[in-house]
């Protein structure tokens, strides 16, 4: 972690990091709640809402988009990566080398740690390699930091965040993105324990406005640094309004429902 | 996947990948139903057709012929593949160097993945230097995107050649060859799944004139920007007419039938 | 081992070597007992104690902190470590290159060696290429010397402890901290295997003032140079206090009741 | 395969290779027929002989004997190869770099690969690099096809054999050594397959000279350009006899008797 | 092999290498007979010795001591080793760079090989580095030939050594070290497979004066150049008197009784 290295995919110190690399990691599948969301160009229109500080995307949607949205949004290029028709122990392909990364023009790369996967040795040296690299272009390390495999037997853990949030600080992460452990006081910890590295809460499957901000409302209140969103905001119907509310949440630290109602929702019932 | 990387292999934006690898990926056993297709000085002039728009051919074959063709074909250099003597988990071994795909005067180069293989990962990340090496020699990218091995249980379904087709825009190919995956709607889902990059068709084995040029017909209908053939015109009597009707369907984008009449074929039945 | 290379982390040819890379190798677990030493800045203020002569941590700790710390700090930076949710024969990545350790100012570098593991050969050969790029740098070289896994049945029994620490020596550390072995005559007999590589006795889990001060004193006489010491000085309420009698144990060779006197401890009885 | 690439060691564009790669591939049981085998020299000496257009050799033994020979024999340096003490799957280590066998002045390498091992894949690539490495070095590339281990029911059948000589043509050999399939009509049509790439008989273990050399008047009949020897020449009693009757065979493509006859030779009955 | 690539560490073409790697290979249970012997300062001051060719110690070792001998001792640095703490198929871990032993003033390197291991390929790999690599640096090369592991029942037999001999010299060393097999004709043989790679005689576990001094003197009338001796030399009592004794023996060609009078021991009893 080295101070203001991440630094153009922050506001204010925190982050809001919209990912899109769900075509790889989970497939097709995903898109079919909404089935638009499958086109990157929507969500690299999304990116350029004032409350997202980073895009995480792979390789190849970064080659193909980010030329045309270099100036309005921040690329946090998501070096490795894995399709779920992989059967095998939790480990990702180092999919783009950070020189290449550097090239496309990304501001951070992002990196999964699987701790405690059978490939947990293998994977912690190619991020050594990832994070040296990305220092040499100045750009910040995000840490996808999770547990995860033969050594695990649940993944979202009060101890097991924690752990997860302190391997970010360990191995030289700026950013370390965790699961929600479940309530305020173990994401508390779990920022505790990654001290200054900054840690954001994974946005996960999604749930309706309300409860999702609250969410999120709970874990900035608990010291994390913001949020990293996929399907919470492109699988709805109307994905700017929830960014406008999580701009309140996030980075002016309004309530849940306060954000919400500013942002133009219904505080009282999910928006869906 | 970068705009105008595969220029040298397309024609209006559109493919027609004659492929000869059979020799390393199959053996001998394909040469069978027409001795004379064994020699690739066939297949090159072939490939000289106009409505090719490049010849895929492994390394060796390319050091002994392309010299003599280079002014008249598209060289797609495949720089993986393995015999069918292998009876391990689906891999490739990478055969050719980039560098050395570039010194024989490629235009493109060809790669296999099997996503699902519990090689996968390996597999991702030769691709991942291969597709670099290329950018830096400003050659085109064509993944061969076959899941297949252990993750698998159906490799043709439509879910998962959509997946197949996902993975050729997140990982950075210009190109992505797959399966048909058993009707038009399907291929359609499976193009709007690789967004920029282009779908072609595979081949697959011999049918006869008419329902192999009607497939073609409805993959491009289907937003396919091309095919990727082998066996259905080498192993033919009359490829150079299949080439002709192949020309018509998919640059002319005309009916089978009528491209398959122009070209002198009979519509009714099959040629042979 | 090369005479004086191990000279800026030590002290009249001794050291005190504070250890912190729990966070890392147990997880917050080893917090618990005392919830501000999970604060990496207590312990970087504890090891600017003169009898500190330097401080083992992984290179993000070091990234974060130790440009705060330079000019009173000499820095150990332990560049390989796995966390405890690993479940395989014991093993470590190396997170750390020795030229990033060099950029960070680092004095010497740390490495765990798992003799008998089934990963000892690999560690060996990862353990050559850091030794001999620390001696490019000029960094000095403490080899973990921690015999574990397949080949062991008791690893800190006198036969593996003298082995470990004669690996140390063959190898090429300048310094190898093993377990106590349980009594004077083993250490003597393990420093004895050393040779010239200095032995420095590892500190284990928490124990009272008087009996790990005189465990410490039982090794310095039986030719021990020193201690690593992590939870049983972080772990205390008064760690200054037991820094001070440490002092006198190492340097001064102080009896320890003596030592801890001096330094305001109880001799009679356990300090917390 | 380059056309002229293997120039250096053909003669009117056919070979004749005497193999000594004996010591190390099946050991000193070789050599007990005839014990002054085993001294390197006299093989050296028979490649003098003018039918010899090259001596196929490990490094140690090119190192030690061609700087005397360098004048009056071609050298094809085998540069992997593995002892039968090896119990794995078939496998073959690579015992010299293309360039050190540059610089004991090597004409050509020579590599085997297992096709259908379960390490063809690993050999494959290994192949790669080396045939790439030769054109560096202009030098010509020999392959020993040699399909063996988990994929393989029957080494020399003839589909296997003609499997084994297109492998050759396919991944860029100049020369493909494979056994013989048992019959001209199988051996025209593994030439068919290698195409511009030269196949070449191996000679296998010993036989009287009469039938040998009708095998190899076979091979030459079918379309193969020479024979890769050893056991059938220099365990014999009078190698130089048969090496006289070999150049009638492959050079002037004399019946085997006459050239037998020619040669000094019993052609009624086996010359042993 | 290369001729007079091995003088630094002959004399007349012989050779007498003390070896010192006992503290790594076996462990300290190799100086419980004789307490001072694991001082490698002792080893240092024998190889002084008109008779010791060369001294074989692993890097640590070399580092800290050579520096003070290096007028008087030519250094065979053992670039290869392993605790027997493994537990795992026969291997050896590559513990210091050719280029790193040269630094050190080397003047040859040693590599154990494990014929028949199933890590022969990656070790014979590892040699032909490691030899290539010594040419570079004008060293000379010892293989400590040991065929052991899943592919061997018997690794003394005279066939299993006289393999070993020609492993040496087929893969380039110059030196080949090899068990006793069992008789003079045994070994002869294994001489005359090695060629022109000089065939040294392993001391193993320490016998008494005559009778070693009886299998070195038969070795060498077998042709054995020489004699590779750790524990049959350090373990004695008056070791200066047995290198006397080896002196004749070695280079003088006495008879063993002879050498053994001459040295001042009693030729009729053993000497301990």
Chains 1, 2, 3, 4, 5 share one sequence.
Not at 178 to 188: D, H, I, N
Not at 191 to 198: I, L, N, Q, S
Not at 253 to 261: F, I, N, Q, R, Y
């Amino acid at each position: 972690m080295i101070h203001d290295a991440d630094d153009a995919i922050t506001r204010d110190g925190k982050l809001l990091i919209l990912a899109y690399d769900h075509g790889l990691e989970h497939g097709p599948v995903d898109f079919e709640p909404n089935p638009e969301t499958a086109d990157p160009e929507r969500v690299f229109e999304l990116a350029t809402h004032d409350a997202v500080t980073a895009l995480a995307v792979q390789k190849g949607v970064a080659e193909a988009y980010y030329p045309y949205y270099e100036s309005d949004v921040s690329l946090l290029l998501k070096i490795n990566g894995t399709s779920n028709l992989w059967m095998g122990e939790p480990d990702s392909a180092v999919n783009c080398s950070v020189e290449y990364a550097a090239d496309l023009g990304a501001d951070a790369i992002g990196f999964t740690l699987y701790g405690g996967s059978n490939h947990e040795i293998e994977m912690a040296e190619e991020f050594r390699d990832a994070q040296e690299d990305a220092r040499e272009h100045d750009m910040g390390v995000v840490m996808w930091s999770y547990p995860r495999g033969q050594g695990l037997k649940n993944d979202t853990s009060p101890d097991t965040i924690a752990y997860a949030a302190r391997q970010g600080l360990e191995l030289g992460a700026d950013v370390a993105k965790v699961k929600y452990p479940g309530s305020a006081a173990a994401m508390a910890e779990a920022v505790r324990m990654a001290g200054p590295t900054k840690v954001v809460m994974s946005g996960g499957s999604k749930t309706d406005d309300r409860s999702f901000l609250e969410t999120v409302e709970s874990a900035i209140d608990a010291g994390a640094k913001g949020l990293a969103v996929g399907r919470n905001v492109f699988q709805r119907e109307n994905p700017v309004q929830l960014l406008d509310a999580l701009e309140g949440v996030i980075f002016e630290e309004l309530p849940a429902a306060e954000a919400l109602e500013q942002a133009g929702g219904d505080p009282e019932t999910a928006a869906e």
